[in-house]
């Protein structure tokens, strides 16, 4: 379970919450950005989410409920590979945007991944393998939690964030124009998940280059990374 969510007001805010289950979790900064890294028993340590020093975001939310559509097939692009080559600077935004609409995005057997990824003008792509996508130019905000925003709630999951994404919005329509980090990280408290635990909570102030995150929900223990502006 996880909860995205990019604010267009005064500045860009992006806010990140990720919920995972029995999975080795670290965060990891350097010079190039600040990355959730997740261990996978096959892959290591496989930096899925964070942000970079171009202003960029990328979160990838498990989408439930699974979908058979998201499996893989010939000549498609693997969503992982997809988040992870723009986190680090392997590809383009434009690249991204590029690869979405001209080729097929699946994910892994059995287990559909979505994306959740922002640039530094605060423009959005949400991308369902097998599904669609998604492109929103610096909206006010958008959210995605754990439900194919195709379906909305016509298939239900216990999982799914329904929930958290109705708390989220109410709170994002009624955000003033000085939105920031501390209103950032308010929201995320009040969607953050104990069953599935929220193990780190990131906010990205994109204007300032600035990466803010705190783990296993301690709210007042804080830690900050500033990084050079690509």
């Known amino acids: 379970m996880c909860t995205s969510i990019v604010v267009n007001k005064k500045k860009t805010i992006v806010c990140w919450n990720l919920d995972i289950l029995n999975m080795p979790v670290r965060v990891r900064s350097c010079d190039q950005g600040v990355y959730i890294e997740v261990n996978d028993p096959t892959e290591g340590w496989m930096p899925l989410f964070g942000a970079n020093q171009r202003g960029e975001f990328v979160g990838m939310p498990t989408c439930w409920p699974y979908d058979q559509r998201s499996d893989p097939q010939p000549e498609a692009q693997n969503v992982i590979l997809l988040d992870i080559d723009l986190l680090l600077q392997k590809r383009t935004w434009d690249e991204t945007l590029s690869v979405v609409w001209h080729k097929p995005v699946c994910s892994i057997p059995g287990l559909t ?7 530094s003008n605060g423009d959005v792509l949400h991308v369902v393998p097998g599904q669609g996508y998604s492109f929103f130019r610096r909206p006010p905000y958008r959210i995605l939690t754990n439900f194919s925003p195709y379906k909305q709630n016509s298939e239900t999951h216990p999982w799914m964030g329904w ?3 109705q708390k989220a919005e109410a709170l994002l329509r009624d955000a003033k124009d000085d939105f920031d980090v501390s209103d950032g990280f308010e929201i995320l408290r009040a969607v953050a998940q104990e069953v599935c635990p929220t193990e780190v909570s990131m ?20 830690q900050t990374v500033r990084l050079q502006k690509a």
């Open 113 to 119: 991944f979505m994306s959740s990824l922002s640039n």
């Open 163 to 165: 929930d958290r994404y």
């Open 203 to 222: 906010v990205f102030d994109v204007i300032e280059r600035t990466v803010h995150w705190c783990e296993h929900r301690n709210w007042q223990d804080r």
